[in-house]
């Protein structure tokens, strides 16, 4: 069971994909596993074959637990079994925690060895407040930036930066390319936004990796989360992997994509696990700026807010120009202000030449 | 449905059809004709485009930026869609007659 997220403890398999015998290459989706982000697909870390299926559907397990094993590495499985420590659940408590769409991981036991029997589960809700909605995945999502965002304000020293950029170079050069192409290979200004971010992210050391129990340990791909909102509520940031090595059009593509995927509740296990940065746009939205709460264990987010004409000064004229407020949230432990500033400014300096994005 | 949609019921259906596709998490019972996608549903400048990348796939009708506001909603869409057809097939007709 890979870890799709810093605070993932464990996820329940919904359904293999593959049965023993089938080979499968890197990248190819081996399962679906349920988890607080909703269902994602399991893809192989490998090019192999499967020998055997270990989980069966329906069982929940946790991180590091062995899925299935693949031909020629029969020495894997002891270890990893053994150290299975999901919370006990009697099969009466899990099923009444099904019918109050509640997760019996998440109460606490009372039974032998800790288990979590009946009557936990329905002292639960009482304990932890109103019983949640029917809809239980978007419950699930709720909890999970719960947690996540509590985490970061909690560990996480934010220093904020923000920066007002004169779009005109960037929507200019847009129109034209835009024009000239059928809808399908048309850009939109989000893929601007991520491109310049990611390359600001490859040029400037600090912004891009993980903050771990070691410090800060720098990443060289920027695998570049992108905050998704879902339709009702809710969000996730699944990643577009190494996207400063990416075309426009490419990331076009892969964002538009992945946007029809999250909302169809179908993200890949290499997206949603590996962001080393976050891109937030709520520009749709019509705020001006956004001050954005750094995913842990990352430690930077830029947020874009809405592109509005307003009045700018240039060569000692007062001009109407299409700005938009930059914003840099990141982590004290790692960088200053100062290099956070020209962070902000080399991402300034793209989007003023889009043609070199 | 009602309003314009109801004058091509067929081209509605089709375009409530792709409309699921690009948005799945859209209930198409609840789709009103005449309300506009982005306060139904949030939607946000990639489903317009996604939506735009269908309607072009299924129609071959090509949509200029401009008129992406055109396909705010179902009514507005199915107008939008039935005039750029009429506008494609007018020459044929015209060397019909």
Same mark, same amino acid.
């Given at each position: 069971m890979p870890s799709l997220g810093a605070d993932m403890e464990a996820g329940t398999l919904v359904e293999w994909r593959v049965q023993p015998g089938a080979h499968v290459r890197r990248?190819?989706?081996?399962a679906l596993v349920d988890t607080e982000k909703g269902i994602i697909d399991i893809e192989s870390f490998e090019d192999a074959t499967v020998e055997r299926l270990i989980v069966q559907p329906g069982a929940r397990v946790p991180v590091g637990a062995i899925l299935a094993l693949f031909e020629g590495?029969? $020495? +894997?499985?002891?270890a990893p079994l053994a150290a299975l420590r999901a919370q006990r659940v009697s099969p009466a408590a899990r099923a009444r925690a099904a019918q109050l769409g509640?997760?019996?991981? $998440?109460v606490k036991g009372t039974g032998p060895q800790g288990a979590v029997t009946l009557q936990d589960v329905e002292q639960a809700p009482a304990s932890q407040g109103p019983p949640p909605s029917p809809a239980a995945g978007r419950a699930g999502i709720r909890n999970a930036i719960a947690v996540s965002m509590s985490r970061s304000k909690r560990e996480i020293p934010h220093y904020y930066l923000q920066l007002s950029m004169d779009l005109r170079p960037a929507l200019d050069w847009l129109e034209q390319f835009n024009a000239a192409r059928p809808v399908p290979e048309r850009l939109l200004l989000a893929a601007l936004f991520n491109k310049a971010t990611a390359r600001a992210a490859a040029e +400037?050391?600090?912004?891009?990796g993980y903050y771990g129990k070691a410090g800060f340990e720098a990443v060289k791909p920027v695998h570049l989360g992108v905050a998704i909102a879902l339709r009702g509520g809710g969000l996730v940031a699944p990643a577009i992997r190494e996207a400063d090595q990416k075309t426009l059009p490419m990331l076009m593509r892969e964002l538009q994509d992945l946007v029809m995927r999250v909302r169809a509740g179908h993200m890949r296990s290499s997206e949603i696990s590996s962001a080393t940065i976050t891109v937030t746009s709520l520009g749709d939205e019509g705020v001006d700026v956004v001050y954005p709460i750094i995913h842990p264990p990352q430690v930077a987010i830029v947020g874009f807010g809405s592109v509005v004409e307003r009045p700018w000064a240039i060569d000692g004229r007062i001009e109407p120009r299409p700005l938009v407020s930059v914003t840099l949230a990141a982590d004290h432990r790692v960088t200053d202000g100062r290099l956070g500033a020209q962070f902000l400014a080399r991402i300034r300096d793209l989007l003023t030449r889009p043609e070199d994005l | 449905m009602s309003g314009s949609t109801a004058a091509d019921p067929a081209l509605g259906a089709q375009i409530l059809a792709l409309l699921v596709e690009v948005a799945? &998490?859209? &209930?198409p019972a609840k789709?009103?004709?005449? /309300?506009d996608f982005r306060q139904q549903f949030d939607f946000d400048s990639m489903d317009v485009f996604s939506f735009a990348t269908a309607l072009h796939a299924k129609f071959g009708i090509d949509i200029a /930026?401009?008129?992406?506001? /055109?396909?705010?909603?179902l009514e507005k869409c199915v107008a939008y869609v039935a005039a750029r057809l009429r506008a494609q097939e007018s020459p044929a007709t015209a060397l019909k007659s």
């Open positions: 990248g190819d989706v081996m590495e029969p $020495t +894997k499985v002891a509640i997760d019996p991981q $998440t +400037k050391p600090g912004f891009n | 799945p &998490d859209v &209930d789709v009103r004709p005449a /309300e /930026e401009r008129d992406y506001r /055109e396909l705010a909603s």
